[in-house]
């Protein structure tokens, strides 16, 4: 009997990115660290690794429209988390009117590695809408670019708050997915500070989050290492 498939579609949020220094990063670490709890899935030193690889078409769809600012666009990526993944997710991102929504499903190591030796039809197999979609887009979509770095990060319930800080950025081709030890630095001195809420921000986290020179606006790791292909 097969299991029911629910379409409701996640809740939309609000994503604010910023690239902050090493001594910017110092600051908020520290500060974020007395006011907030830690993700309590990272390890002893409070961070954990996050390895995803994208996807994209011939035309480099999701990045250019990323730098073009679209106002509706998606884009598709594998990920795990660690140096030696239990499951893999895959993961849809779309953003819509400035919010953004994701939805994900869990595949064994085995299924990424058949999905990236050029197997799809497993992913039919599934029932799950998101893993039906991607198996009819991947008739265009090939992976391009590993993004991996260290996160930090740090929650609050009012606002369903996650503040995180990704360190340590490193970029390499698809071949690098399962060997992050080849991945080559991609924003030496360059911490990405995201913000993520629902309906509002609650005072004390943007207050907490305030630092003199940070930088707001597109700050996608995708794009920014996508200049190194």
Excluded at 123 to 150: G, I, Q
Aim: with cysteine; hydrophobic share 35%.
């Amino acid at each position: 009997m097969a299991i029911p498939v629910t379409t409701t579609e996640p809740r939309l949020r609000h994503e604010e990115k910023h690239q902050v220094n090493l001594r910017e990063d110092l600051v908020l670490s520290q500060r974020l660290g007395k006011l907030f709890p830690r993700d309590p899935h990272a390890g002893p030193e409070g961070v954990y690794r996050v390895v995803s690889l994208y996807f994209d078409d011939p035309y480099d769809t999701a990045l250019r429209q990323k730098l073009d600012g679209v106002n509706r666009r998606e884009k598709f990526r594998l990920r795990y988390y660690g140096e030696a993944p239990g499951f893999l997710k895959l993961e849809k991102k779309w953003k819509v009117n400035g919010l953004c929504g994701k939805r994900s499903a869990r595949l064994t190591v085995e299924e990424g590695m058949r999905l990236l030796s050029g197997e799809r039809a497993f992913l039919l197999e599934r029932e799950d809408p998101l893993l039906l979609e991607f198996a009819c887009k991947l008739t265009k979509l090939s992976p391009k670019t590993v993004v991996a770095y260290w996160r930090e990060a740090f929650t609050f319930a009012p606002g369903n708050v996650r503040v995180t800080l990704d360190r340590d950025i490193r970029s390499g081709g698809p071949e690098s997915f399962f060997r992050p030890e080849n991945l080559l630095p991609a924003l030496p001195g360059v911490t990405v500070l995201e913000v993520k809420y629902d309906e509002f921000l609650p005072e004390i986290v943007s207050l907490a989050v305030q630092t003199p020179d940070r930088r707001a606006g597109a700050c996608s790791k995708y794009a920014l290492c996508r200049r190194f292909d």
